[in-house]
């Protein structure tokens, strides 16, 4: 079920639990992943781009394994804040995604996540192998934390039961 509206994501999300974090990059896919408590999000992979079929099967398995209970994906805005291309590959994807799961899915503006990532990998003194080979988890992880610190935010308006 795709959730436009971030309170949406929120609510049927519940506080605890871990969310997935996804960039889809051009040749891989980087892959990000919460903790329990949904306040820190870390680095969990890259998978190459793959068929729908395959990839889906992939991502599948890792949803189980790790009991995720929610999907945020980066969306590639323009940067004037159109979509473009690039936005509605991503939105059929997701579409296409929520037919096999049923967890929340939303989407998290990606504007710039990928050019800090690479500003954090220069800083960190790698490789130019080794920053394409890393450069999508690490703005997954950037577009998750964005997501959990967003989170966060409305938790700690949201009354105690």
Do not use: H
Not at 18 to 34: A, F, Q, T, W
Not at 65 to 94: H, T, W, Y
Not at 136 to 150: E, F, G, H, K, T
Request: include cysteine; glycine fraction near 6%.
């Amino acid at each position: 079920m795709i959730r436009e509206n971030i309170n949406d994501f929120f609510n049927d999300t519940g506080r605890f639990g871990p969310l997935l974090g996804i960039d889809l990059g051009e040749r891989r896919v980087g892959l990000s992943i919460s903790d329990r408590t949904q306040s820190i999000a870390s680095n969990y992979s890259t998978l190459q781009k793959k068929k729908f079929s395959v990839f889906s099967l992939d991502l599948k398995l890792i949803i189980d394994k790790e009991i995720i209970c929610g999907i945020v994906i980066g969306l590639p805005l323009n940067m004037d804040g159109s979509e473009g291309p690039k936005c509605q590959s991503v939105r059929d994807f997701a579409k296409n995604f929520s037919n096999i799961v049923d967890l929340p899915i939303t989407f998290w503006d990606e504007r710039l996540t990928t050019v800090a990532a690479e500003r954090s990998l220069l800083s960190a003194d790698l490789s130019r192998k080794k920053r394409r080979q890393v450069i999508d988890s690490v703005a997954a992880v950037l577009i998750l934390q964005n997501l959990l610190d967003r989170l966060k935010n409305m938790d700690q308006r949201t009354p105690e039961n």
